[in-house]
C-alpha cells in the first residue's frame, strides 16, 4: 500500500512538470483562424461540382482536415473511401448509408464517422448545398463499388 501512495504522489509531483513541457511546445505553433469567405476552393478531381478548400496535411497523400462544399441535389452512387473519414454537417442536409433504402439524413451538427472500405451511397439533398469539415486518416478517395472491396 506504502508503494501505490509512494507512485501516486509522484506521478501528482510530474503531472505539472509534464503538463508545462507540453505548453512550451505549443507555445511556437500558430493557431489556425480562417473566415468562411476567405477559404481558397479547388475542385475536387473525383466528383466534379464539388469543392474542397485544404485546412492542414495533404488529401493526395495523407492525413488532413478540410471543409467541402457540394451542391444541393448531389447524388453519390456506391463507393468506397481507402481510409477513415470524420465528417460535421455544417450546412444542408447531408445523407449516407450502405443503400438508398437504408440512408439517413444529417442536418447541421451532425457528425458522420465512416470506416475505411465502408460501401455506401451519400449526397446533399435538394434545397440548399452541404457544407461539411472533414478529416481524413489518410489520402482520399472515391472507390466507385466495381472496384470497392466487398463487405465491411
Not at 511546445?25 to 468562411?36: D, H, I, N, R, T
Request: overall charge neutral.
Amino acid at each position: 500500500m506504502r508503494t501505490f501512495f509512494m507512485m501516486l504522489i509522484a506521478m501528482c509531483l510530474w503531472t505539472p512538470i509534464l503538463a508545462e513541457e507540453g505548453e512550451q511546445k505549443q507555445e511556437g505553433k500558430a493557431p489556425l483562424m480562417v473566415s468562411f469567405t476567405d477559404l481558397k476552393w479547388t475542385e475536387l478531381p473525383q466528383r466534379k461540382g464539388m469543392q474542397f478548400s485544404v485546412l492542414s496535411g495533404d488529401p493526395k497523400n495523407g492525413e488532413y482536415t478540410q471543409i467541402r462544399k457540394v451542391p444541393a441535389g448531389t447524388d453519390n452512387p456506391l463507393h468506397a473511401h481507402s481510409s477513415e473519414l470524420k465528417n460535421v454537417i455544417i450546412s444542408g442536409v447531408w445523407y449516407t448509408g450502405a443503400d438508398g433504402a437504408s440512408a439517413r439524413d444529417f442536418g447541421p451538427g451532425s457528425v458522420v464517422m465512416m470506416p475505411p472500405n465502408w460501401v455506401h451511397v451519400s449526397g446533399c439533398r435538394p434545397g440548399s448545398d452541404c457544407v461539411f469539415y472533414q478529416e481524413g486518416k489518410g489520402k482520399f478517395d472515391f472507390k466507385p463499388a466495381a472496384e470497392a472491396p466487398a463487405g465491411r
